[in-house]
Nanobody
């Protein structure tokens, strides 16, 4: 399974960006993670395969929206803050949706990442 992210860039605080992740084949569960310099990888959002229910980290709730459309997963990021600056990664899990969706170890496949910088 190949994952390719796009849509990162530089934006001023309060601005918006939309990240996209293209998936080479269907995987049940998808998520977005981020990693800032000198910090661990943080689960940002995930979407369940059947219900389409979305889950978010408290730090982004109300500002970020995850969605899925066939072979693509999106992360709409609004009201961006400087603390959102990080490398953002798309992740896929082959098995059933995990309640611990925020744990990087639950995912089997990863993209190469796309940088988001908020100033």
């Amino acid at each position: 399974v190949q994952l390719v992210e796009s849509g990162g860039g530089s934006v001023q605080a309060g601005g918006s960006l939309r990240l996209s992740c293209s998936v080479s084949e269907y995987t049940a569960s998808m998520g977005w993670f981020r990693q800032a310099p000198d910090k661990g990888r943080e689960g940002v959002a995930a979407i369940a395969p059947r219900s389409g229910s979305a889950f978010y980290a408290d730090s982004v709730k109300g500002r970020f929206t995850i969605s899925r459309d066939n072979a693509k997963v999106y992360l709409q990021m609004d009201s961006l803050k400087p603390e959102d600056t990080a490398m953002y990664y798309c992740a896929a899990r082959a098995g059933a949706f995990a309640t611990t969706w925020y744990a990087s170890g639950e995912y089997d496949y990863w993209g190469q990442g796309t940088q988001v910088t908020v100033s």
